[in-house]
């Protein structure tokens, strides 16, 4: 692994705070008492994995402090064997996690417009480099933006592909590319086309044929710069729109990974937060 990517991959990993360590440990006990087989490529097994042996037994350990797991003797032919298990307040308390995955948070435009600069700046740069050997994380360090942007790319990289594959499979990074570009320009194919032109405009999507600057807009449609902002609010507001979340899968992608509640944003409040 060269500098550049254990740079970055870094920094991912860096994303596991002692608050999110605590949920995926809590997470990875329960799961492992139920007997619940489970793909090793998970997300969360990932994250698991990630952690290395001392963070996961200090963990263990505020866990057992703020009751939320045990030791219990489990017996296996003759022999009794110590387990980690959940509490009842433990099962309670993943219980209300799990419940909140499915809770769409506010919505907030600004950050969506955000993510959506971050995201589309990388397809662009993949595109402009596809024909040559260059390294997902060398292109995601390379890009002209700051740091939380390029932090957006490697949440959606991650949650819907395998960061440790894009690392020596081009092939497997030029597919994910093409189907998320697939993906966008569906969604650009169902708006108005004065919408379209504009959204393909404010973020960027140069590498589209059908991309026009501002000053060609404005010209084209007859609108000033209010109403392409006007134009813009009306699009971004489809992100929060059921019909839009179920009928397009670039909507969905970006809803899901930004937006909803998932252990890579979910808070642990409850009193253990002001433990770690």
């Known amino acids: 692994m060269n500098d550049n990517k254990q740079t970055v ?5 860096g994303m596991i705070d002692d608050s999110l360590k605590a949920y995926v440990v809590l997470w990875s006990i329960h799961t492992i008492s139920l007997d619940k087989e489970s793909d090793v490529g998970d997300d969360m ?13 200090s963990t263990i350990q505020v866990l057992q402090m703020e009751g ?4 219990k003797s489990v017996k296996s032919g003759n022999r009794i064997y110590p387990t980690l298990v959940l509490t009842d307040k433990g099962k309670e308390f993943l219980d209300q996690k799990f419940k909140q995955i499915n809770k769409v948070e506010e919505f907030n435009l600004e950050r969506l417009g955000k993510v959506l600069t ?16 260059i390294e997902l994380f060398q292109m995601i360090d390379s890009l002209d933006m700051a740091s939380y942007k390029r932090q957006a790319v490697i949440d959606y990289v991650n949650t819907y592909g395998n960061v440790y594959v894009f690392c020596n499979n081009k092939k497997y990074l030029d597919d994910f590319c093409i189907q998320t570009i697939e993906y966008l320009r569906d969604f650009l194919g169902e708006l108005p086309e004065v919408e379209a032109a504009i959204f393909r405009c404010i973020y960027n999507f140069n590498t589209d044929p059908f991309y026009r600057d501002m000053f060609q807009i404005m010209e084209y449609y007859q609108i000033n710069y209010e ?8 699009t971004l507001k489809k992100y929060q729109s059921s019909q839009w979340y179920d009928g397009c899968i670039w909507v969905k992608r970006i809803v899901d990974c930004f937006f909803r509640n998932s252990f890579k944003y979910m808070p642990l409040s409850y009193s253990i937060s002001s433990r770690i």
């Open 68 to 71: 939320l797991v045990r030791i």
């Open 45 to 57: 097994w990932q994250l698991y994995y990630s952690l290395s042996k001392e963070e996961i037994e």
């Open 118 to 133: 971050g995201i589309i700046g990388f397809l662009n740069a993949w595109q402009q480099n596809k024909g040559d050997d």
């Open 9 to 13: 991959l870094g920094v991912w990993v």
């Open 227 to 234: 109403d392409i902002l006007s134009y813009n609010k009306e």
